[in-house]
Every structure is written in C-alpha cells, then in structure tokens.
C-alpha cells in the first residue's frame, strides 16, 4: 500500500551519542538493518520501523549506549480496542494476510504456577539438606507394572517395557532442525548428553552429524514424516509420534522453501529449496485405534526395545484424549500448554487455542488415576515451564518430567522478540542463514544449557528437601504438597488442591 | 604457553576485539573516554570478506623472524612472549617488512607496536579473547601443529 | 668440551653465540671483535645521530650478553691469522686461540674509489660503525656544510641523521637517482621529491671527480664546498682472513645452507657471505641485518652439532627518511604489479610462478605477507594472488592455512 504508515514504530533506539563510540558493531550485528553508519555526519543512525526489539545490538555495545525502548507515541486509550489490535488491523487492512508470530503466548492469561504455593517441613516432620543427604532426582520413564509378580518358581518378574531413564525429570523438547538452526541443535544435543537427559528432533528429521548423540536423542515422527527412515527411528532413545502442539493446536506446521538449503533438504529428505508442509492431522490417524496402528508400527519396526511417547496439545477435552492414549499402547504422553513456543503460528491460533498446562495435567492425571491406567504411561508437560519452581509444581500436580523449549532457547540467547518466522534470528537461533548461524557457538551454547540444567536441579533438590521429600518418586502427584493461591472453587477442583490457609 | 588462537568458523566479524584490544592498551579506565572521537590502533585486526572473517594478532612464534631481523633488539622473548621495548625502537619497521602475518604495525610514535597478550595492561589477560561474544578468539595452551 | 671461537661481535657473531647456546649450555666460547662496544646493531647509527637511540641503548642482546651466555670477550681485538691446520687463529694481541668449532663473522668494510686529492680532506668519515657515527657527531657543528657521497641507504640514512645537526647536507650520487640499488625510476623521484621537501640537497647523475681542501669538483663541473665530507659508495665483505687461509671465496666467504665454508670446522655467517638468493635463484650478498642474525643463529647451531638451514635467504630492507617509508625485497623481475602515486608506490615482480620481489614506498602495512611469499617460494597458484596483489592479508591463503597459522602454535 502507497504512501502512509499507519502506524509508528513499535520500538525506538535510543541511542547516548556521548557514549558512543563509532564501533558499528550494532550495524554489523543487526541483520534487520536497523543501524546504519553516516560517514559524511560519523555517525550511526538508525530505522526503528525494522527493530523487532531482539537487543543483539544492545548486548554487544561494548560502551551501553543503546537500549531499546517500547515507542511512548500511542493511540488515544481505549481499554476495548488497545493498540496491539489497532496495529493488527492495520497490518491485515495493508497486507490482506494471516497474521504470523513466533514463541509462546504473550497475553495476560493466567498463569496457574504463580497462583500455587509448595510447602515445606517445620517441626513435626523434618526437612532434608540436599548437600548432607542422598536425594534423589532421576525419573524412568515408561509404563509401570501395577504390582509386583513372580514366576512359577516363586522368582521377581523384573521385566519392564522399555524406559527412557533421565538424571533429573526435565528434557529439551521438540525443536526441528530447519525451526532452529544446526548450531542450536547442537548445542541441544551435547547439553542432553552431558546432563543424562533427553532432547528432541521435532519433525525435521535427524542430521547425520547427531547420530552420536542418539542415547539422548527423542526421534520425532510428525504428519509430514519428514526425515523419518529405519535409521533414524533406531538412532533415538525414544520415539515421539507429534500429534499437536501448544503453540498451534488443530494445526499442522510450514517451514518456508528458504530454510530449506541443502542440509535441511538432506535431513528432511525433500528437495531444497521446497516448503515443507506437515498436514494439520496424521493422514493414517482418525481414531486411538490408527494411533494404535501407528503406535504399534513404529514398535516392530524397532523391535520393541523403544519408548513410544505420544504428544498431544492441551485442549478442552484432554482428560478423555489421554486416557485415548493410554490404551494405545503408548508409553509417554506429552502434553504441551496453551502458552508453549512456536517458529512460527497464525497469530489467532496461537494466542486462542488451546488450555493452560496446569489444568490440563491435573485435570489428566486424575482422570488416569480414576481409570486405575495411570501407570500405563508416563506424562510429560510442557508448555511454558519457566523455572525450577514450575517443574516441582508439575511434578506434584502428577508430572513424571517436564519438557522445556523456551527456557532452553533463551539460555541460548533467545530475547523473545518473536519473530523467528523472518528467518532473521540475529541470536543465531531460529534462522538459516551462515552469517547468522555461526552466532551461536555450541561451546558456549552447550555450557549455557549444561549451566541451566545444573541449577535447576540444585534448586529442585532444595525444594524437595524442604518439603522433607528425597525423590521426584515421592513427590509425583502429591498434591498436598500444593495450595492455591486467589483461586476460584472451580479451578481448585480441576487442580486437586485446597486453597493456601486450608 | 598460553596465546591467543582463532576459530575462523565462530567469527562474526563484529570486530569488538579490535576496539577491546585499542581500550586494554590504552591506559584510560573508560572505553569512551579511551576511544571516543579518536582512530583506534589495535593490535588486533579483523581480515576478511563479506563470508569469511578472523582476527590476526601476533602469534608469538616458536623461532619469532622479528625478533632475529629486529635492529636495535628491541623485540624480545619474554616467558614466550614476544614483547618489544617501545623505548628500544627506532621504528626502522623491519618486523613489518618480515612478520609473514602482518601482526606487527607502527604505533603512533613511529615505534612499532604488537599484541603482548595484554599480560602488562591492567586487562591483565588477552582483552580480544576475554570481550569475544563468540569464542572465536581463546586463550588458550595448544599444542604445537594442533589446529 | 667443545671449544668454539667467533671471529666478529656484531649481529652475525652474537646470533652465532645464541645458535650454540640453543644446544650447547657447557662448551667454551670466546669472541672476538674489534669493536670496543658491546653488541649493537650497525644500522642504528644513523637512529643514534638522529637522537632516536643512544649508546645504552642501542646494545642489541643487552650488555650483559656476554656474561649470561658465558662468553670469554675480547674487545678491540682482531684476527690476524687463521692457521686451519693446527685449528687456531692468531690475534693482534699475539695471543693464538685453538677452536674446534669457527665461525667467520668478518662483516664487510667501505669501500671507496680513489678520489684524487682525497687526502687534503680534513673532516673525511665513513658511515658503518658507531665509532663513526661518535666522530662524525664531534666533528658537526650547526654550521657545517656536509657532502655525502653516494645516495644509497647508508648514505642517505646518515644525511638524515645529519639534517638538524648540520648547518647543511648535500649528497651526490653517480647514479640518476636515489637509492638506486632498491628503487626503480618510478619509485624513486618520490623519495627524491620528499628528501629535498625535508631539507636535503640532491646532486643526483653528478658524483666527485677530485676533491681540493674544502671543495669537492664534480664531474658535471660544479662544485661544492663542504666542512665534513661522509663516503658511503658502498662495502665490501671481509673475506682475507679465511681466503689467505686457502678458504673459498668469491665476492663473499662461500658458505652451504648450514652456513659451512669449504674448509671442515669452519663456519661464516653475516655480511662477509656469500650465500645462495632464494628469489634469484644464485648466490649472491644478502648482506643485510636481519640475514646476519639468521646466518648467525644457523651457523652456532650447527656449530654445536644441530642441523639448522639458512635457505630462505634474500635481500630485504625496511627503512624510513622524514616519516616516510620503505620495504623492498628479493629480486625484480618481471613485475606483475604497479600501484603510482604522488606519495607513494608499490611494485611486486614475480617469475615462474612464484613472487621474487617488491617495493613499497609508503604503505608499507603488513609487507611481512609479501615477503613471506617470497622466502616461502608460495606458489602463487594455490593462493588467490589477485587479492593479495590489492592488500596483503591472510584472506588469499585459504582456510587450511588460517587454520594452521592461527589455531596452532608457529
């Protein structure tokens, strides 16, 4: 559309020209082109309209004389049509396109985990001092036998259905290669193998480069089956069938024909330079009984000696699908929140489809326990697991483990700009191109999330000990752990827990 | 010993060890003061075209060609370290004529002028590989043909 | 214990001293050098007129080098005789010194035609040791008028250590012009151009036919009146001592790559060489500083039983008049590059595929690259030599190389 923006830019860079010192690495540094250097003035100018508030250039000023600023020049208040849907508007009146975002759901909706509180030991039960005494954080996940039985000859049956074994009840989940780039991936892979716990291919196959790290590895299988052959399914420690996900539930995925460069294609195994489209649903899988099929399939073909998980998004009827799952076969059910990250969704969908995690889990686990199936499968949550806090919260809401992807990325350098979908990851991460890849250092990245990790897991021995607890097997579904806190009767129900006081 | 290497792969080119390098040697204790309005002389410098970049600095050599063509002998070893008396020198430049890297240039005084590792400015440690956002300039001990 | 003997103290006889020491920490060493200075590099002399240095610090390895390195020095000494049958060289003081293993640092001496009517100069110098530049620096005045005859680098590098000493400094040359031996014509009149911006008088094509007290006639037929007259036609190596000995010679003392001459237990090393140009492709004199140096180091460690090699030998220099520089190096063959200015310029000659030789004249930033092309013998096929030719950088070697120069100790 000619002539007029409608709008002014969202951000502005300010910039202290007295501490500026003509470096220009803010200019080379930003693959938006937002920082331009003026030789006839010496001096850096910038175009605002193309900032996505990724504060590259912020971190690398070495003398901190940017900062990027949210634009104080608004619409005239309107507490009904507020300035993001104004912009919105705007922005589908010029281009007559579907809005696209990336990362997780930005809006102000509940966020059930700061509404719990964890208990702790005082008096009548003691607490444990994680330095001084065994506490235990590895989880096995798998289906459990219910009891306990012997052979004819009186002997323990240990035989167990295969078990994904982690050393603390946390994973690094889906993320495609193509969504992110190889040095991520990298970076992902070492840090799983280094910490004894699992990351994920997402759908876009496994780079042959990563095979090594395959006994950390979750091999996804998705609609679109991209990349998915023998050796690729016997390459993993588990294999995931992706159903939906958080970000984009009822929705398949797009990775644009741009990232499809050579080893993406390879990956993949589809032509470079075409799109790669995953078909909102499994084209073999209308009902648990194709889940089954499928479920079954990918079994034999590994000989049975691997975890199936099955991954679904939380949507309103959760609680039956899981249960659906449960008797597939299945081992694992992921299941990914409303507020989980994407590279890239509709706008509409990712900010309006879907449930919280925390009611979609509680609401889950019950509904198992209930069936008496609870143990034919494990659960892992995900969906905006944000701290240490968020993972004991889920553990004791009935969590076997949690998945995380937004916590991992930012580890990664991540500053949540969500906009991954241009391609233009000025962090190295959600982008293709080699200038930009080569940003994100696995060295550095690895450590990062290796540091991540370890610090999560130190702060999750300390809550425990506090509650007087010494293995994420005590505290799994042990609601009384939880109150709530400014929580209606409803959403206590649904969580299974009193309100904080009671 | 310790000495400054370059992962080509992990360069971005941002060129910060550069303005690092001029601000370790610089004697200010404010980059801005240091280097603000001023041509900066590291003794660091980022090569390259629009794909490839890396930084070359001394590589303080096992049999250093600068330090036997040096006329007035103020280029020395010291613990390793290729270091040059800057009183010494009478900027004649033959080490810029003979060092095969081009890690040697003249300071501002006529004097030549080159990466000492930082080892005597208050950065105490190689400024270029502390402030490198992407490790692609380490210090670090290798050995010697390891790549 | 082995004993070694070198015969000369500058570059060539202490980088001799630090080759042995590399290797051997026990075996005697006794130097002797007719300098009654300690060891000092012969190029700083002009630096010294200029006030760029001083005696103290001009000393090259300190001076105490002697002593750390366990040196028996006698200054102020000279060879009169190499016997190398008995092994054992003579001294002026009477003294015979046996060895077991000798190095040759003879160096060179100036070299001057017969002027006629030379010896009615009063005030008559060359220019090659500090002891020279100490008289001369005696002798000048504010008002005196100096003639330096010959415009090559030690010449001009020693009007320029003149400029503000003397009242005035011409120099004259036979040659049509300055530094001949290192520039061609199109470099040259910029050098020209910018020593007489900085007060120097050129009498280039014109050199002097006889002298008469003060005053110089030349052979254009002017004349010139001068109160201190400086010869810098050139130098000679000091081969005497081991031809006469029954050692090869030609211009220079003959030496192989480990700086061995003909004779068994005899090395020589610095500018009383001859040794083979890599970017020639014969021998010839290399006599430079940083060859003696080389020279020297290669010559003690075989001395003392290694197997070092002086193979990457050519002609360099790197020198500097009134803030503008110049690098030269190797051979001129045919050239490949030519980038004129106003202020400066830059040649590069290549023959067979490799690089053989260049001026620069000016921009002098990272030469080291250029030369290193030539020692090397680079082929210039396996190196983008295109770009290199544009600017020298690492970016032409390719990824192997960076990887192997930068990642890895050198």
């Given amino acids: ?502 | 010993m310790k000495r400054v290497y370059v992962n080509e792969e992990w360069c971005l080119g941002c060129h910060l060890c550069e303005f690092n390098c001029a601000f370790a040697n610089s004697g200010e204790s404010d980059m801005v003061k240091a280097l603000k309005g001023k041509p900066i002389r590291p003794r660091i410098r980022v090569e390259g075209d629009d794909r490839i970049t890396y930084a070359v600095s001394c590589r303080h050599c096992l049999d250093p060609l600068c330090i036997r063509s040096c006329i007035s002998g103020a280029l020395h070893k010291e613990d390793g370290v290729v270091c040059i008396d800057r009183e010494k020198c009478v900027g004649c430049l033959t080490c810029v004529l003979v060092c095969p890297y081009g890690a040697v240039q003249p300071g501002p005084d006529g004097a030549a002028m080159k990466c000492e590792l930082c080892l005597k400015n208050a950065c105490g440690e190689p400024a270029c590989a502390a402030g490198c956002p992407n490790r692609a300039i380490v210090y670090e001990e290798r050995e010697e043909g390891q790549a | 214990m082995k004993k070694y003997l070198i015969i000369g103290g500058s570059i060539a006889g202490v980088s001799c001293v630090e080759g042995i020491r590399s290797r051997d920490k026990e075996g005697e060493i006794t130097l002797v050098t007719s300098e009654p200075f300690s060891n000092y590099g012969r190029p700083l002399i002009s630096y010294y007129l200029e006030g760029k240095t001083d005696v103290k610090r001009m000393s090259w390895r300190g001076e105490d080098f002697y002593e750390r390195n366990r040196v028996d020095v006698r200054h102020a000494v000279t060879a009169e005789k190499l016997e190398p049958e008995a092994k054992r060289v003579l001294l002026s003081t009477g003294e015979a010194l046996p060895y077991d293993a000798l190095c040759l640092c003879l160096g060179s001496h100036p070299f001057s035609p017969r002027f006629e009517g030379v010896e009615t100069v009063e005030n008559r110098f060359f220019f090659t040791t500090l002891s020279d530049a100490l008289a001369l620096e005696k002798t000048v005045t504010k008002t005196s008028r100096v003639l330096v005859v010959g415009a090559g680098f030690i010449g001009l590098k020693c009007a320029e250590g003149l400029r503000d000493r003397a009242g005035s400094v011409t120099v004259c040359d036979l040659a049509e012009h300055a530094m001949s031996a290192n520039l061609d014509a199109d470099c040259a009149p910029i050098l020209e151009k910018h020593l007489e911006a900085n007060g120097l008088r050129l009498m280039l094509g014109d050199t002097v036919e006889r002298f008469e007290g003060q005053t110089a006639h030349m052979k254009s037929g002017q004349t010139v009146g001068f109160d201190v007259l400086v010869i810098a036609i050139g130098t000679r190596p000091n081969v005497s001592l081991l031809a006469e000995a029954g050692g090869g010679v030609n211009k220079g003392i003959l030496v192989g790559e480990g700086m061995e001459t003909s004779l068994p237990g005899i090395w020589a090393a610095g500018d009383c060489t001859e040794s083979m140009d890599v970017s020639a492709g014969a021998t010839g004199l290399l006599a430079v500083l940083p060859n003696a140096s080389l020279q020297g180091f290669c010559a003690g460690v075989n001395m003392a039983g290694g197997s070092e090699r002086f193979d990457k030998g050519i002609k360099m220099n790197s020198i500097g008049f009134f803030g503008l520089h110049i690098m030269s190096a190797g051979t001129y063959t045919e050239p490949v590059y030519t980038e004129l200015t106003d202020t400066g310029c830059k040649k590069l000659f290549a023959k067979d595929g490799v690089l053989t030789g260049f001026i620069l004249l000016g921009d002098t930033a990272r030469a080291g690259i250029y030369t290193s092309l030539i020692r090397e013998r680079t082929p210039l096929e396996t190196i983008d030599f295109e770009a290199v030719k544009k600017e020298p950088s690492l970016l032409p070697f390719g990824q192997d190389y960076r990887a192997k120069k930068l990642g890895g100790a050198v």
């Avoid at chain 1, 390459?235 to 398949?252: C, D, H, L, R, S």
Wanted: glycine content about 10%.
């Fill in chain 1, 1 to 502: 559309m000619p002539g007029i923006d409608y709008f002014y830019p969202e951000f502005e860079v300010v910039r202290r020209d007295e501490r500026c010192i003509r470096c220009r690495v803010c200019e080379r540094q930003c693959a938006n082109e937002v920082h331009r250097y003026d030789p006839e003035r010496d001096m850096l100018i910038s175009d605002e309209a193309k900032c996505v508030n990724c504060q590259r250039c912020v971190s690398l000023c070495p003398t901190r004389a940017l900062k990027i600023v949210r634009s104080d020049c608004r619409l005239r208040e309107n507490a009904n049509w507020d300035g993001d849907t104004i912009r919105e508007v705007y922005k589908q009146a010029a281009s007559g396109g579907v809005l696209l975002s990336s990362m997780g759901n930005p809006k102000p909706l509940p966020v059930y985990w700061d509404k719990l509180l964890i208990n702790a030991s005082q008096v009548t039960n003691p607490s444990i001092d994680p330095l001084r005494e065994p506490m235990e954080t590895k989880v096995f996940l798998g289906k459990k036998p219910d009891r306990m039985t012997r052979d004819a000859g009186g002997k323990l049956v240990t035989d167990l259905t295969p078990q994904l074994e982690l050393s603390m009840p946390v994973m690094f989940s889906a993320m495609s290669y193509g969504s992110i780039s190889y040095n991520a991936h990298a970076s992902l892979a070492r840090a799983a193998t280094e910490m004894g716990v699992c990351y994920n291919t997402g759908e876009g196959g496994l780079h042959e480069d990563f095979y090594k790290y395959g006994p950390n590895t979750i091999v996804q299988v998705a609609s679109g089956r991209f990349g998915v052959h023998e050796d690729y399914l016997e390459a993993g420690a588990a294999i995931e069938i992706k159903m939906g996900q958080g970000a984009k539930p009822g929705i398949g995925g797009h990775l644009p024909g741009a990232k499809v460069g050579p080893d993406v294609s390879r990956t993949r195994m589809i032509p470079e330079g075409s799109d790669a489209i995953s078909p909102a649903p499994h084209h073999d899988i209308y009902s648990i009984e194709d889940l089954r099929q499928l479920v079954w399939s990918l079994k034999e073909a590994t000989g049975h000696r691997k975890p199936v998980i099955v991954k679904v998004a939380a949507v309103h009827n959760i609680a039956a699908i899981a249960s659906g799952i449960a008797r597939s076969g299945a081992d694992i059910i992921a299941i990914d929140g409303f507020r989980g990250g994407t590279g890239a969704a509709p706008t509409r969908i990712r900010d309006h489809v879907g449930i919280p995690i925390e009611l979609a889990l509680a609401s889950v686990d019950q509904r198992l326990r209930d069936e008496g199936i609870r143990n034919n499968v494990s659960l892992v949550v995900g969906g905006s697991i944000r701290s240490s806090a968020d993972v004991v919260k889920a553990v004791a809401l009935g969590a076997d483990a949690c998945y995380i992807a937004t916590a991992a990325v930012l580890a990664l350098g991540c500053h949540l700009c969500r906009t991954c979908q241009s391609g233009r990851c000025n962090w190295g991460i959600a982008t293709q191109r080699p200038d930009l890849t080569k940003r994100l250092n696995p060295d550095i990245g690895s450590q990062r999330l290796v540091n991540l990790l370890t610090a999560w897991k130190r702060e999750i021995m300390e809550l425990m000990g506090g509650m007087g607890i010494n293995s994420i097997e005590a505290l799994r579904g042990n609601r009384l752990m939880l109150r709530g806190v400014g929580l209606n009767e409803t959403e206590l129900r649904i969580l299974g827990i009193s309100h904080a006081g009671e």
